[in-house]
C-alpha cells in the first residue's frame, strides 16, 4: 500500500460506510438492493452526510470572508505604504503586519478554500470506491465497507440504462448509447451548477473594493476555468462520482442563494437590496458581522458607561451642595 492509498484508506471505509448505511436503510423500506435508483439515493445521502457536517466550517468561512471585506481599506493602505519598495526587508516587513492584521481580526485569505479542501479528500475516496468496483468484483472482493454482495449488487445497479460504475471513456458491459447521453448530462449540470453559483456571488455579494482589487482579476478567471477543468475531467468520472458532484454542487448553489438573501457581503449590491428590504419594512439593520440586530446606540452606551465606572448613588433633589 503506498502513502495516498495509506492515507485515502480512513477516508474509503467511511464514504462506503455511509452509503452502505444509506442502502441498508432504503432496502429495509422496500427498495431494491442491486436497483440503481437505491445507491444513487445513497450517493445522495452520503452528500448530505457531509455538506451537513461542514455547516459549522461554512459560518465560519462567511464571518471570515466578511472580516476580509472590512479589512480591505486597511490593506490597501498597507499596500500603498509599501508601493514601489520592492527590497527583502521591506516585503518580509509588509508581511508581517499583513498576517498581523489577519490575526487581529480572526480572519485569513485562504478562508475561502476551506471547505472545498475539506471535501476532496471524500471526492477521491468516493472516486476510488467507485472505480474499483469491477475489480473488486472480479477478485471475490468487497471494497472499503461493503461486501462482495454489495460490490456485486452496486456493478450490476443501472438508472436509464447506465451502470452507475461506468465511464464515458470506459463502459465494458452497459449500454454505450445511455452511457454517453447520461454521461454528458451529469458533465454539463456539474459545470453549469458550479458557474451559476460562482457568478452570482461576483455579482452579487461582492463590494465594490473587493471587485477593484487584484485578486477579483484571478476569481474572474477562475470563473471560467475550473468549470472548463472539471468538465474536461468529468469524462474520466464514473456517473456515481458525476451524480456526488452535481448534488454537491447544487447545495452549495443553494447555501450560496440563502447567504446572498440573509447575510450579504458589507458593501455588496446584495447588502444594499437586503437593507432596503428591511428599511421598508420598519425592521433595524443587520450587523454585518454577525448577521444579527444591531443595538441601538443609546443602549449600546449605556451598557458601557455600566460596565466601565461604578453604579452612581441617586440623590434627592431638594439636597444642596455644601
Known amino acids: ?37 437505491t445507491w444513487t439515493l445513497s450517493i445522495i445521502g452520503l452528500v448530505l452526510v457531509i455538506r451537513a457536517a461542514l455547516i459549522p466550517v461554512f459560518v465560519k468561512q462567511i464571518k471570515a470572508q466578511r472580516g476580509m471585506q472590512l479589512l480591505q481599506p486597511d490593506l490597501k493602505k498597507l ?17 508581517q503586519e499583513q498576517m498581523a492584521m489577519y490575526k487581529k481580526h480572526g480572519t485569513n485569505p485562504f478562508s475561502a478554500c476551506l471547505p472545498m479542501l475539506i471535501q476532496m479528500p471524500f471526492f477521491f475516496a468516493l472516486f476510488q470506491v467507485l472505480s474499483g468496483i469491477s475489480a473488486a468484483r472480479d477478485k471475490g472482493q468487497g471494497i472499503g465497507a461493503m461486501s462482495h454482495q454489495q460490490v456485486e449488487q452496486f456493478d450490476e445497479s443501472t ?4 451502470p452507475l460504475s461506468a ?10 448509447v445511455a452511457v454517453t447521453i447520461l454521461t454528458i448530462v451529469m458533465i454539463l449540470a456539474m459545470t453549469a451548477s458550479q458557474f451559476i453559483t460562482q457568478k452570482q456571488i461576483m455579482a452579487k455579494n461582492m463590494s465594490e473594493e473587493a471587485m477593484a482589487s ?9 470563473l ?39 447575510m450579504p457581503t458589507p458593501g455588496s ?38 460596565t466601565k465606572g461604578q453604579r452612581v448613588q441617586p440623590q434627592r433633589k431638594n439636597r444642596k451642595k455644601k
Do not use: C
Open 214 to 222: 487584484p485578486f477579483m482579476r484571478q476569481q474572474k478567471m477562475m
Open 167 to 176: 465511464t464515458l471513456l470506459h463502459n465494458p458491459e452497459g449500454n454505450p
Open 79 to 95: 499596500q500603498d505604504k509599501y508601493k514601489g519598495k520592492t527590497d527583502q526587508l521591506s516585503r518580509q516587513a509588509m508581511a
Open 1 to 37: 500500500m503506498d502513502f495516498f492509498e495509506t492515507i485515502m484508506f480512513p477516508f474509503k471505509w467511511l464514504v462506503s460506510i455511509i452509503m452502505v448505511g444509506f442502502h441498508e436503510g432504503l432496502s429495509a423500506i422496500g427498495m431494491p438492493g442491486a436497483s440503481g435508483w
Open 269 to 306: 449590491p446584495a447588502a444594499k437590496a437586503l437593507a432596503e428590504r428591511r428599511a421598508a419594512k420598519g425592521l433595524p439593520a443587520l450587523s454585518v458581522l454577525t448577521g444579527k440586530k444591531e443595538e441601538a446606540p443609546e443602549a449600546a452606551g449605556a451598557t458601557a458607561i455600566q
Open 224 to 262: 471560467y476555468i475550473l468549470p472548463i477543468v472539471f468538465g474536461v475531467g468529468g469524462i474520466n468520472f464514473p456517473i456515481g462520482v458525476l451524480i456526488y458532484w452535481t448534488t454537491t454542487n447544487l447545495w452549495t448553489m443553494g447555501q450560496q442563494f440563502f447567504v446572498i438573501r440573509r
Open 159 to 162: 438508472i436509464f440504462g447506465a
